[in-house]
């Protein structure tokens, strides 16, 4: 199972982009990243994934790098709601073909007024 | 987007006692359903998988026995917590998912505390 690694935590002036790193150097070929946020007390929420492509969708954009080897999450300018956990997650394939999201410690983003 | 609510959100019981908590896909029927917990300023931990109509997978070190998964239909999952203790106390979030888990959706979470 790939695993990824992100800093702890981050600030994030308001208004500003927020850059969030990931690095999962032993992802699989047929592995995509997966990005969810957690506000404080709810429940995860998604927010983008990509295979090999940048991808952008209303909430945030995905930047892969080439070797796959690491990705960054991009919120293009960050407000106060954005701050949360940002979890970045390789796709585990499941013992009986269903895939499981086994998340990591992710990365606190402090957006700051 | 796809909706998934669970009830209740609050629960508080007294030690010994059983509490199940639901997990329902509002606008979509979820071929699997996932189980987390969540302890406080930890990660979600997985604690077991479920297919509709199957018996559920539970991760290694979570007693089957103890936290009672039934995936009855496409858009119901229940956890069962049996003979709940203090330390069960804890936040659990559920997720479901269409496509064998690809995009899964998150609940809101169930904060349960055992007195």
């Known amino acids: 199972d790939a695993k990824t690694t992100q800093p702890p935590s981050m600030d994030c002036a308001e208004g500003r982009a927020a850059n969030l790193p990931c690095n999962h150097s032993?992802?699989?070929?047929?592995?995509?990243v997966y990005w969810y946020r957690q506000i404080h007390s709810q429940g995860p929420q998604y927010i983008i994934h990509?295979?090999?492509n940048n991808e952008t969708n209303e909430m945030a954009s995905l930047i892969i790098t080439e070797d796959r080897k690491s990705s960054t999450l991009i919120l293009p300018h960050a407000t106060l709601r954005d701050t949360a956990v940002y979890y970045c997650i390789v796709r585990v394939e499941g013992k009986t073909s269903y895939d499981k999201v086994i998340f990591g410690p992710g990365t606190s983003l402090s957006v700051i007024p | 987007g796809a909706v998934v609510s669970q009830h209740p959100s609050r629960v508080i019981c007294k030690s010994g006692t059983s509490v199940k908590i639901e997990c329902r896909s509002l606008?979509?029927?979820?071929?699997?359903m996932f189980w987390y917990r969540q302890f406080p300023k930890q990660s979600l931990m997985l604690m077991a998988t479920s297919n509709e109509g199957s018996k559920a997978t539970y991760e290694q070190g979570v007693e089957k026995d103890k936290f009672l998964i039934n995936h009855a239909s496409l858009t119901l999952s229940t956890l069962t917590v049996t003979s709940a203790h203090p330390e069960d106390s804890s936040f659990y979030i559920c997720s479901a998912s269409i496509n064998r888990g690809i995009e899964q959706y998150f609940g809101p979470g169930t904060r349960l505390t055992v007195t």
């Open positions: 606008d979509f029927q979820a071929t699997t």
């Open positions: 032993t992802i699989s070929g047929n592995e995509y």
């Open positions: 990509g295979l090999k």
